[in-house]
Nanobody
Framework: QVQLVEPGGGLAHAGGSRRRSCSAS????????MGWFRQAPGKEREFVAI????????YTADSVKGRFTISRDNAMNVVYLQMNSLKPEDTAVYYC?????????????????WGQGTQVTVSS
């Protein structure tokens, strides 16, 4: 079983950038397809970006396409979400998640393991 750890979130201004990271203990992350999800107050958890075990396949939600990039460093056992051109509507709790599917999909139900989630707030 893998435990996912996300360092603290933070505050950003609109137009700014932040990088989220997700590291693992218990098992190596290269075993898992990985995803980033987010949940804003009063809304359902939504898919942001996913990446395959090898990192060769990625898929990004339309709402963040061209602004957010998912990547992974399997040697360092970490997955990243680079967030650029942030908007106030990006404000949410962000979660990383792991699935045993090598090429994961966007449904949260596919993911068995979740990080604790961290708040990202974008001010206008």
């Amino acid at each position: 079983q893998v435990q996912l750890v996300e360092p603290g979130g933070g505050l950003a201004h609109a137009g700014g950038s932040r990088r989220r990271s997700c590291s693992a203990s218990g098992r190596t992350l290269s075993t898992y397809g990985m995803g980033w999800f987010r949940q804003a107050p009063g809304k359902e958890r939504e898919f942001v970006a996913i990446i395959s075990r090898s990192g060769g396949n990625t898929y990004t939600a339309d709402s963040v396409k061209g602004r957010f990039t998912i990547s992974r460093d399997n040697a360092m056992n970490v997955v990243y979400l680079q967030m650029n051109s942030l908007k106030p509507e990006d404000t949410a709790v962000y979660y990383c998640a792991a699935t045993e599917f090598g090429v994961p999909g966007p449904s949260p139900q596919e993911y068995a393991y979740w990080g604790q989630g961290t708040q990202v707030t974008v001010s206008s």
